[in-house]
């Protein structure tokens, strides 16, 4: 069953006065539970269809539909507790606000839910536990390394059991090993968690994590590969 | 409550900034809540008067003086029911460096037409007993740590020499607006001491009915018209008034300075403000992916406004308010009853909103407005 459906996408920028086309008809599925890497050269679109699919920007024409509700046609405001309940959102850098701790970076989407003061606290543990840091819960992020610093993000990402988890470059910062980290921890959040994960990457070690891979070339779906093996690593 | 940590950490990323932006917020509050209160003090006291009072001075100016043998010409007059008179000294006490009134006057008439002047009976018995003695406010004895009995000596300047008076009395104001910074003697000593001239620097009258003053005060003047020595006769209010119009239109000075203080705060603060929202513009773009509404966001740096202008109010104001009760001051007797009064705290909390909304609202807007997708594509 398709979690994410995108139909008919029509995507132009305007900058000074060129007009750039992004998609020019894009339509692609993605089923829930899978792991998708998205991949393809700098100005695909790959990065846009993320931001599409996460309500941060509307289509020019076409539908972006994720878990039934038609994201492209909800107003601003009803969008932001939309994606409250159902994304959870990791970017390539600047992440964290370096004025909150651990604990209060993962506790973001949390303070938008109604749950009480012991109910996050709980949730932040095991997010926090999930990615490893349990034990950085009072740390800043300028006394993390940047792999940690991916984990908290993707702990805050998943604090709230989204529906739907976006990364953009996740490991783009990384060295080799903290990368590896990272990706170990998103293909359990997949395997064990069943969670639904969309990745956009470069890099090919990153894509070979997930289950599916889509190649995009100026705004084309241009091949989707299955991987064999992904995500059980 | 629970976003209060949020703004409370954004507020300590530039501890220094937020402190000096602070702390010019409380220091214009202060100066806001200072200058409007010298404006209230001399209002206050230009209002101040009973409306059975009446006051005679020389038609040619307060400087000159009238004839003491008015007192009987004036208190036959309709309607006038008792005189008193007194004379300005203008002396001053050791170094000069510390300014206070001495006033002659006539001590039982004095007295008498001013109730609001509290002395306990046994030191007015001594005023009244002792042709030297001289009794003085309690903020002038704490001032010089005088005590009851001490004799001061002070160097006249208009009546030259060297005079000693006995402090016999403390006098407390049951109005604020009385100075208790003031030395109060004898006039029939001046009289002694300078050679029986005759003089008195102005005459105060208690009339039976308010309604009257016009008539009393015409009758009065009609009778010293053509004499060497004409009179001018008007309400105490009026005379009050007069003194706080020889300042010139100090409210609108006061009331401009204060604004343009106020207003060059609003634009540090929007200033830092303003970093404050440039510099988190990829922090603003995160918060929204996580969920955060454009008017949630808007609320959020109108908060961190917010605490900073009421801390900078709080303590501007509050400051205010403390300090000057605390250190009782008056400028030197100038503005006696000198007090940040409850209407004052209220415009300058009014003002300190309009600080708010004025350094909030526009980075507060830009956050709320702030296209996600073109921040995040800026900073990275």
Redesign the interface.
């Known amino acids: 069953m398709a979690l994410v459906e995108i139909r008919d996408v029509h995507k132009t920028f305007q900058r000074d006065t060129q007009r750039i086309e992004v998609f020019t008809d894009l339509t692609l599925d993605i089923a829930e539970g899978s792991f998708t890497a998205l991949m393809g050269p700098s100005g695909s679109g790959k990065s846009t269809l993320l931001n599409l699919v996460a309500g941060l920007d509307k289509p020019t024409s076409g539908t972006v539909r994720v878990a039934g509700a038609e994201v492209s046609a909800m107003t601003a405001g009803q969008l932001a507790p939309w994606r409250a309940r159902h994304i959870g959102f990791v970017f390539q850098q600047l992440n964290l606000l370096p004025v909150l701790t651990a604990y209060q970076n993962v506790e973001l989407p949390l303070l938008l839910t109604r749950l009480s003061r012991k109910e996050r606290d709980e949730r932040i543990r095991i997010a926090l536990g999930v990615v490893g840091l349990e034990d950085r819960l009072d740390h800043f992020p300028r006394q993390l390394s940047g792999g940690q610093e991916q984990r908290v993000a993707i702990a805050r990402a998943i604090v709230a059991d989204p529906t739907l988890v976006l990364l953009d470059e996740p490991t783009g910062q990384l060295d080799a090993r903290s990368s590896q980290d990272v990706l170990g921890l998103l293909g359990r959040l997949n395997d064990e968690f069943r969670k639904t994960i969309i990745m956009v990457t470069h890099d090919a070690r990153a894509a070979d994590q997930a289950k599916t891979v889509l190649h995009l070339e100026k705004g084309v779906l241009v091949e989707r590969q299955a991987i064999a093996g992904g995500a059980t690593s | 409550m629970?976003?209060l940590?949020?703004v409370l950490?954004?507020l300590?990323?530039h501890k220094l900034r937020t402190l000096l932006t602070t702390a010019s917020v409380a220091l214009a509050l202060f100066l806001f809540a200072t200058l409007r209160t010298v404006v209230t003090t001399l209002e206050s006291a230009a209002q101040f008067g009973s409306a059975r009072r009446l006051v005679t001075t020389n038609a040619t100016g307060i400087v000159f003086v009238l004839p003491l043998a008015y007192a009987n010409k004036l208190r036959a007059v309709p309607g006038v029911e008792a005189v008193t008179w007194a004379n300005w000294f203008g002396g001053r006490y050791g170094d000069g460096k510390r300014f206070f009134a001495q006033v002659a006057v006539d001590p039982e008439s004095y007295l008498a037409m001013y109730p609001e002047i509290s002395l306990p009976e046994d030191q007015k018995q001594a005023f009244l007993r002792e042709r030297s003695s001289a009794i003085v406010g309690r903020r002038l004895l704490d001032v010089f740590g005088w005590r009851l009995g001490q004799d001061v000596t002070i160097q006249g300047t208009i009546f030259s020499g060297d005079w000693t008076f006995t402090i016999r009395g403390v006098y407390t104001p049951t109005d604020p607006v009385i100075n208790d910074d003031m030395l109060l003697f004898r006039h029939d000593y001046l009289e002694e001491r300078i050679g029986r001239p005759g003089i008195a620097g102005w005459y105060v009258l208690r009339i039976d009915k308010p309604d009257n003053a016009a008539v009393v005060a015409k009758t009065i003047d009609d009778q010293f018209r053509n004499s060497s020595s004409p009179s001018k006769t008007g309400t105490e209010q009026a005379f009050n008034a007069s003194f706080a119009t020889m300042w010139g239109n100090v409210s609108l000075l006061m009331g401009t300075i204060g604004m343009a203080v106020v207003f060059a705060i609003l634009l540090v603060s929007a200033n830092a403000m303003m970093m404050n929202a440039r510099e988190r513009t990829?922090?603003v773009a995160?918060?929204?992916?996580?969920?955060?509404?454009?008017?949630?966001l808007f609320g959020l740096v109108m908060l961190e406004a917010g605490v900073m202008t009421i801390t900078g109010a709080v303590i501007g104001l509050g400051g205010a308010k403390l300090l000057y009760k605390a250190t009782n001051f008056n400028a030197a007797g100038f503005l006696p009853g000198f007090d940040v009064t409850t209407r004052t705290l209220m415009i300058g909390a009014g003002v300190a909103l309009l600080l708010m909304l004025g350094s909030g609202l526009v980075p507060a807007v830009r956050a709320a407005r702030l296209p996600?997708?073109q921040a995040?594509r800026r900073?990275?």
């Open positions: 629970k976003f940590r949020l950490a954004n300590g990323r990829g922090e995160v918060l929204k992916t996580i969920g955060f509404s454009d008017r949630r996600v997708v995040l900073v990275e």
